[in-house]
């Protein structure tokens, strides 16, 4: 696969990651302003996005990492930055997917949760999209 070729395709995921997180976002507001009702789809969307983000990382794994390490000596150091990140977003991804099926946690605490992660993954797509995915770096 060409490095736009990468570039686009991890695009394409952030964009269809991004609609996942308004959407679960928004589920979590809406439990947070009192739709009781709205616990089983949260969980549900919640587990959703956490396993997204799970099979993401793979992709950037599996396509993202090589492509960097081709770019050079600044691709290497990158390609070991992005790997370091993912070990710790998979912990974390880890430790969120047994909070969020701890049946006796208040699923406001959740729904909190979910909507700070959903904050954190937005900052670290914006961040990676400026700097690992600029067009500069993946050049054909």
């Known amino acids: 696969m060409k490095p736009s070729e990468v570039?686009?395709?991890?695009?394409e995921e952030h964009a269809a990651l991004r609609r996942l997180l308004a959407?679960?976002?928004?589920?979590?507001?809406?439990?947070?302003?009192?739709?009781?009702?709205?616990?089983?789809?949260?969980?549900e969307?919640?587990?959703?996005?956490y396993e997204s983000l799970a099979?993401?990382?793979?992709?950037?794994?599996?396509?993202?990492?090589?492509?960097?390490?081709?770019?050079?000596?600044e691709g290497e150091r990158r390609a070991e930055s992005l790997a370091h990140e993912h070990r710790?977003?998979?912990?974390?991804?880890?430790y969120l997917l047994g909070r969020i099926h701890?049946?006796?946690r208040p699923t406001i605490l959740i729904a909190?949760?979910?909507?700070?992660?959903?904050?954190?993954v937005r900052v670290d797509m914006e961040h990676e999209e400026k700097t690992i995915l600029?067009?500069?770096?993946f050049r054909d």
Request: proline residues 3%; hydrophobic residues 40%.
């Open 88 to 94: 710790e977003q998979r912990e974390l991804l880890r």
């Open 7 to 11: 570039r686009k395709r991890i695009l």
């Open 134 to 137: 600029s067009e500069a770096v």
């Open 23 to 43: 959407e679960v976002e928004g589920l979590a507001e809406r439990y947070e302003d009192g739709s009781a009702d709205l616990a089983p789809m949260l969980l």
């Open 112 to 120: 909190r949760e979910v909507r700070s992660f959903v904050g954190y």
């Open 55 to 73: 099979a993401h990382l793979d992709v950037e794994d599996a396509y993202l990492a090589p492509a960097l390490r081709a770019a050079g000596a």
């Open 102 to 104: 701890e049946l006796q």
């Open 45 to 49: 969307r919640g587990r959703t996005l």
